[in-house]
């Protein structure tokens, strides 16, 4: 009896132990904060159309990071990424519901990828600029209106601001300038953008791509644009209704390789100084434009490496520079418009536009 007694008092204290165990292990588990937890939920509860079952997972019983989309650090949300696989067919992935504002007091995050889910609606709320550790944000490709918010500005650490896809309005907000050398990459075209561009835009001193394309921004675009050159890769102004001269401080955008200011309303000359990019810049697009004078001569041996050209619908004229990359540039670069433009691959030039070239 006492080595039974003995035996059932270890077996019972071993079972007790090995549950209190498993409490211990599911307690250590449910690492997501009770108020990040209901952030999240309150986002979800907004929802009316999930078709592809991406919060399926998002389940108030359950530890918030196990969730679908959700990455958490050190006991804290971390990471919010929804966006759609590109390797896949992704036409039945959407949410539908507003975007709301629980998800910004979400304090710890560094990424907020919301991008592609086509339905997500209602404007961005300011306490946006609560997320102050936010490296990556992402919403592009919804129907979000109303303007961006001032407080992006309190984004210092943002790397990444891509809001375009959306109808979105007002005007770009001079607080994006004094985000800093952390942001890179800023995607705020095909929306309903509209106004000049600040110029804090151009203190950015790291950014690498700056696309604002399929817009309504208008105004002239400022000799400051020069100051990105050390860093930036990409300027797309694309179809806006910009105005007035080019600026020859276009020529510091040494690191550039698409450039592209078509189908807006610049006037004037091209500057000669575009050929100071040399043999990098591998796209020119001024197309669509209201552009006269030459096509600058020495760009033929300066742009080297440009395999894109597009100078059609424009009042240019004289002679087109002869000679690699401009040989292997078709009719459609210079046609339709130009129509005092000449030489290869348009007819040849008359006697007196030879003598100008010259």
């Not at 007790?16 to 997501?32: G, Y």
């Not at 990556?136 to 896809?165: E, Y």
């Not at 510091?252 to 200011?261: C, G, I, N, R, S």
Request: hydrophobic letters at 40%; charged letters at 10%.
């Amino acid at each position: 009896m006492i080595i039974m007694g003995k035996f059932s008092f270890v077996f019972v204290l071993g079972f007790v132990l090995m549950i209190s165990m498993q409490n211990i292990a599911v307690v250590v588990a449910q690492s997501c904060p009770a108020a990040e937890r209901d952030a999240l939920l309150a986002f979800r509860a907004g929802i009316t159309e999930d078709p592809s079952g991406q919060l399926t997972t998002w389940v108030a019983t359950t530890d918030c990071c196990t969730w679908f989309g959700i990455f958490c650090k050190n006991g804290h949300v971390i990471e919010l990424g929804l966006r759609p696989d590109d390797a896949f067919d992704n036409s039945g992935i959407y949410l539908t519901g507003p975007l709301g504002s629980s998800l910004f007091t979400l304090l710890e995050l560094e990424l907020l990828d919301l991008s592609e889910m086509q339905n997500l609606t209602g404007p961005i709320s300011p306490a946006i600029g609560n997320l102050k550790n936010l490296v990556h944000l992402d919403f592009r490709t919804n129907k979000l209106t109303g303007s961006i918010p001032s407080s992006v500005g309190n984004l210092k650490k943002l790397n990444w601001l891509s809001l375009g896809g959306n109808p979105i309005s007002g005007s770009i907000p001079s607080s994006i300038g004094t985000i800093g050398a952390s942001l890179n990459y800023i995607y705020l075209g095909e929306s309903s953008l509209s106004g000049s561009l600040p110029n804090s835009l151009f203190q950015l001193s790291n950014l690498t791509s700056l696309f604002l394309g399929v817009s309504h921004l208008s105004g002239s675009l400022s000799p400051l644009v020069g100051n990105l050159g050390p860093t930036l890769t990409v300027l797309d102004l694309s179809s806006n209704s910009f105005s007035g001269a080019l600026p020859s401080t276009l020529g510091e955008l040494t690191k550039v390789f698409v450039l592209d200011l078509s189908f807006n309303k610049f006037t004037g000359q091209i500057p000669a100084s575009i050929g100071n990019i040399g043999a990098t810049l591998f796209n020119l697009e001024l197309a669509n434009n209201e552009l006269t004078g030459p096509i600058p001569p020495l760009f033929a041996k300066q742009l080297t490496g440009l395999a894109a050209l597009g100078l059609e619908n424009n009042k240019l004229t004289g002679p087109i520079p002869q000679g690699a990359p401009f040989s292997n540039f078709s009719v459609d670069s210079f046609r339709p418009g130009n129509p005092g433009l000449c030489g290869h691959p348009l007819p040849p030039c008359k006697g007196g536009n030879r003598k100008k070239l010259l």
